[in-house]
């Protein structure tokens, strides 16, 4: 593998990089996985594991020697934009030609444009302004809300009540399974010159409100599951019941109340175009989760 061109991956224990991992050590393609903890990693056939911590820009280039492209997804925190930076800059000293960004859909034109952009959206975007200035070719990816996010404490209150509590009223959202973000990174990174300079929006084929998907669930599980539609104050206290920071809340009910006044309902056929099949759904997302809910 020394000889061969390698694909960086960043955010290699996450779960997008896990999958996109996957997807990469089956097809043979050697692969320089990153995380700051090396206790992490996972042994898989064609990826090799290096430590650096994006903080530290002197520990970023052993990451992309003999690299053709780079796939950048990681955590949002107060140095997000300094961090994402860094390794586009280390990148582009290193000689990687392409590179592909996991960014956010409240970043893109599927935000409705009468509504200030969320912290998050911010941040992306002004992440997206430094590769598209930086001289490597890019691409952009701007999934919208994950279905894994249901598994958790969401599922938790399904699998223990039979009941899904949420303030998006009856608006609805066209959500994605992160395993098609990891595919559509992988597809990209396959060939990275065929999608320089797109940007994909990567959403779910159907649009869908919580009544929808306990109804979805219910027929899955074979249980009724019922919506309990909150109101956005009532939501936001049950966050800050759990001790989440001021920002995460602030963050959450903006998407909420975006969804709620009807305003997260685009679709897009990028999944499709890119892939060449449908999105998964809901119900196939479920079912394949079944046991987080049943």
């Not at 912290?119 to 430094?130: P, T």
């Not at 973000?181 to 994909?200: N, S």
Request: no cysteine; aromatic share 10%; net charge neutral.
């Amino acid at each position: 593998m020394e000889n061969t061109p390698y694909r960086t991956v960043f955010g290699a224990t996450g779960k997008i990089g896990r999958a996109l991992l996957g997807f990469l050590s089956e097809a043979q393609l050697p692969t320089i996985a990153v995380t700051r903890d090396l206790g992490r990693a996972e042994s898989l056939p064609f990826v090799k594991w290096v430590a650096a911590d994006m903080s530290r820009p002197e520990t970023l280039p052993a990451t992309m020697e003999n690299s053709v492209a780079a796939f950048l997804v990681s955590g949002m925190g107060a140095s997000f934009i300094a961090e994402q930076h860094h390794v586009i800059t280390a990148a582009k000293a290193a000689g990687v030609k392409s590179f592909v960004k996991l960014s956010s859909a409240a970043a893109g034109k599927s935000w409705p444009a009468h509504i200030a952009p969320s912290a998050i959206g911010q941040s992306h975007r002004k992440v997206e302004d430094l590769l598209k200035a930086s001289g490597l070719d890019w691409t952009i990816l701007q999934p919208t809300g994950f279905m894994q996010n249901w598994l958790g404490e969401f599922s938790k209150r399904v699998k223990e009540e039979r009941r899904i509590y949420e303030a998006t009223g009856d608006g609805g959202r066209a959500y994605i399974d992160l395993r098609d973000i990891a595919e559509v990174a992988f597809t990209v990174l396959k060939d990275p010159a065929r999608h320089a300079g797109q940007t994909y929006i990567l959403t779910g084929d159907e649009v869908l409100n919580y009544w929808q998907l306990a109804d979805i669930i219910g027929t899955v599980i074979h249980h009724k599951v019922t919506y309990v539609p909150l109101t956005l104050e009532e939501a936001r206290e049950r966050m800050e019941k759990t001790g989440m920071p001021q920002w995460t809340i602030q963050t959450l009910i903006t998407y909420a109340e975006v969804q709620r006044n009807g305003d997260a309902t685009y679709v897009s056929n990028d999944v499709q175009q890119v892939l060449g099949k449908p999105a998964r759904t809901a119900a196939a997302f479920i079912a394949d989760y079944i046991e987080w809910f049943k």
